[in-house]
């Protein structure tokens, strides 16, 4: 069978690159520093602007329907009407998420890496800060999904540029430490929401304008890669288009890859976005809040002290989740490292479904959840950084942030369709039967990635299909 991951690559892109490679850090060019910086930082604030929003959602929303008269000002974060809106927000940040990836991911193979990871930093930056301005349910909906144009788009772009610029040997524990920016962007969300418990949840998106910044530096410091430089100069005019992903070898590639990041990413968006909302309506997480109010003989408002201290948990619940997931990005990595790409996709798969389907097959306590169960399920994300160095150099170089941006966002289209669905599986505030469904994605999923390419240059000893 022909390889998918040669067919179609540009010869004098491969000619251009370096015949030795770096063997440690110190070995690194400075082009290699400073995209490795910038995709790194890039990582680092799209994780901060992505999960602002899913810390302070029934909150926020629940205060946005209040002020349009839809729900009672009594109206709990519970309500049936902020499940529904909240699920609707989180479904266009997940497409525009998908569109995003596609439409960058083209424009990182047209203009260039370093130029497009510019406007995507720019662009989630700037909407995210936006969403402080939304006085309306829908209002904040078209502020996430244009957010969500920029996160997705920077996800293809990023790892195009460090795939293109730092050794093929080291892409195992590249894509670990890009991932962990993620990570660290969601303890910084974490942190804000935290410490911002008390104000109105809507302060928390001015945070989010603060990546803008990094664009400057980028754009004068960041050059494009060489291999992207010799590839535009070999195309003769020809730039392959995005049907180009569904032609050859190649498209096999696309078909498989598609369906292993969309159950991947379903069940895991449905677990990020709905077990806050599980945890936040626990009876006992308000019998405990109702305690320590009446302990500390706080004065004020009861029900929005309760609100405040509900909060804090699950901005802790976050920060242990993502803590977990940190070990879990260098635990995916030594995988690949010895067991190749698709073993070790299909492995954390099944990790997946064992821990997820174990947290919410019964009723537990919320310090068990927050302190035992959450954290065994995020060590398992570690899977999600596979793909970024995985995925790549799948495709042609000229293809490559289009095949890359297609083929792993797309499938946050079938996230935010099952974050619709799933949501809809709940009763009340109770969402476990929402998050085992989510739990069963993973099975197909990884049944699928057992048979994806296996390529020979990234880091492993695995032999190709």
């Known amino acids: 069978m022909s390889n998918p991951i040669t067919t179609g690559a540009n010869p004098a892109a491969a000619s251009a690159a370096p015949k030795t490679e770096a063997t440690s850090l110190r070995e690194l060019t400075p082009q290699q520093r400073k995209s490795g910086l910038a995709a790194w930082l890039g990582w680092l604030f799209d994780g901060l602007d992505m999960h602002l929003y899913g810390l302070v959602a029934s909150t926020f929303v629940a205060s946005l329907l209040i002020n349009q008269n839809l729900i009672p000002a009594d109206a709990t974060p519970a309500h049936e009407l902020v499940k529904e809106k909240s699920g609707y927000i989180q479904a266009a940040f997940l497409v525009g998420w998908a569109l995003g990836g596609a439409f960058f991911g083209r424009l990182g193979d047209i203009l260039g890496r370093s ?28 502020f996430r999904f244009l957010a969500a144009l920029g996160i997705g788009g920077e996800w293809a772009v990023g790892s195009a540029l460090l795939s293109e610029t730092w050794p093929k040997k080291w892409r195992p524990w590249i894509a670990a430490v890009l991932q962990t920016g993620v990570n660290l962007g969601v303890l910084l969300a974490c942190l804000t929401t935290f410490l911002m418990a008390d104000l109105h949840p809507k302060y928390v998106f001015l945070v989010g304008i603060l990546p803008a910044f990094l664009v400057f530096w980028i754009r004068r410091n960041v050059p494009e890669p060489e291999e992207w ?12 288009g995005i049907t180009d992903l569904f032609r050859g070898a190649v498209r096999r590639t696309t078909l498989l890859t598609i369906i292993v990041c969309a159950c991947g990413l379903t069940a895991w968006w449905a677990f990020m976005f709905w077990h806050a909302q599980h945890l936040r309506n626990l009876p006992d997480l308000d019998v405990a809040a109702k305690a320590e109010f009446a302990k500390l003989g706080a004065d004020g408002d009861a029900t929005k002290w309760v609100t405040g201290y509900k909060q804090k948990i699950v901005s802790i619940a976050f920060f242990v989740i993502i803590s977990a997931s940190i070990a879990g990005n260098f635990a995916a990595a030594a995988l690949a490292r010895f067991f190749g790409y698709r073993r070790s996709i299909a492995i954390c798969y099944l990790g997946f479904f064992i821990t997820m389907g174990a947290t919410f097959m019964q009723d537990r306590t919320w310090e068990s959840l927050v302190y035992v169960w959450f954290p065994a399920v995020g060590f398992c994300s570690g899977v999600f950084g596979l793909f970024t160095m995985y995925l790549p150099p799948l495709f042609p170089t000229l293809l490559r942030t289009t095949g890359a941006g297609f083929c792993y966002n797309i499938g946050r289209i079938a996230s935010a369709a099952g974050v619709i669905f799933s949501g809809s599986l709940a009763t009340g505030g109770d969402f476990k039967k929402t998050l085992i469904f989510a739990a069963c994605l993973f099975v197909p999923g990884m049944l699928v990635a057992i ?7 990234l880091g492993g000893h695995a032999t190709e299909t």
């Open 229 to 240: 430089h010799a590839a535009k100069r070999e195309s003769v005019g020809r730039q392959p």
């Open 115 to 142: 130029r497009s990871l510019s406007l995507t930093i720019l662009t989630y930056a700037v909407f995210t800060g936006l969403s402080f301005f939304a006085e309306t349910w829908w209002q904040l909906m078209i």
């Open 451 to 457: 048979i994806l390419p296996e390529p020979k240059d």
